[in-house]
């Protein structure tokens, strides 16, 4: 399985991107989901996952309330929709996938994609 990621790029403090995963070699319906990031000199977290067998979804509290996972099975693509977004939510933004579960932990993922960078400005 292949990911690729897009749609990041330089915004204001308040303003929205939608981030995209597109997935190749395989289809997302039988993989669990995630997005991480990881800021300049910061440890890369966890921000919002999907899980492929009821589309349930997590977010980490930081984000909750102005970020949203989805996926669409028919264009095989896996959306992040950030609103509100502050200069802290600068970073790499990376997909990933795994079929065993659905995790919080960046280790429990098998397949990564190479990043697209989130610049918000002030």
């Known amino acids: 399985l292949q990911l690729v990621e897009s749609g990041g790029g330089l915004v204001q403090a308040g303003g929205s991107l939608t981030l995209s995963c597109v997935a190749s070699?395989?289809?997302?319906?039988?993989?669990?989901v995630a997005w991480f990031r990881q800021g300049s000199g910061k440890e890369r977290e966890f921000v919002a996952g999907?899980?492929?067998?009821?589309?349930?979804?997590l977010h980490t509290d930081s984000v909750r309330g102005r970020f949203r996972i989805s996926k669409d099975n028919a264009e095989n693509t896996i959306y992040l929709l950030m609103n509100s977004l502050k200069p802290e939510d600068t970073a790499d933004y990376y997909c990933?996938?795994?079929?065993?579960?659905?995790?919080?932990?960046?280790?429990?993922?098998?397949?990564w994609g190479q990043g697209t960078q989130v610049t918000v400005s002030s």
């Open positions: 990933a996938a795994d079929a065993r579960t659905l995790s919080d932990y960046e280790f429990d993922y098998e397949y």
């Open positions: 070699g395989g289809t997302f319906d039988r993989y669990n």
């Open positions: 999907i899980k492929w067998s009821d589309g349930s979804t």
